[in-house]
């Protein structure tokens, strides 16, 4: 399975305590995770607040605190949150941040979105965390790391493989 990115969502900033609060509660006293560990660390913590559902719902994180249910628009904001809120309280957001992203997903080379008549299967959100200086991304989905506890993905960016390719 790969994901191919279409788009963006709205990336939130934790601005409630109940949200901020829970976040804090659930580091473990980490000191100094480098950038997997807090990814793994921000996936754990939304898996523990969240369960899916494919009714609608809220997706800003500030609401999903008291919620508790999302789809992965909601799972997606939710983990881009606390990884971001996590990156900046390690003192890790001025070469990290956490981007939600909305993309199709391919089974070997086919986009399996074009099988279902659903409008809530025309595409699937999911997470990439990029250094900024050097490029360098991590994707993750986090409903699918609920469910299969699978932490990073397969992510292909065609603007990245073209620029690739033409330098050939």
Known sequence: MTYKPVGFRTNYSATDKKLTDYIDTNTNEQTAPDIKQLVELSLSI??????????????????????????????????????NYLLKRYNMADRWIAKPQIGQLYFLKINIHKYFNSAFFKDHDFVTIENKKTGEIFAVDPTVNDYLRIDFITYTNDKQSRRKNSSR
């Open 46 to 83: 939304t898996s523990r607040q969240l369960n899916f559902t494919a009714n609608k719902n809220d997706i800003d994180p500030n609401k999903l605190i008291t919620s508790k249910t999302a789809h992965c628009v909601g799972y997606a904001s939710f983990f881009a949150t606390t990884c």
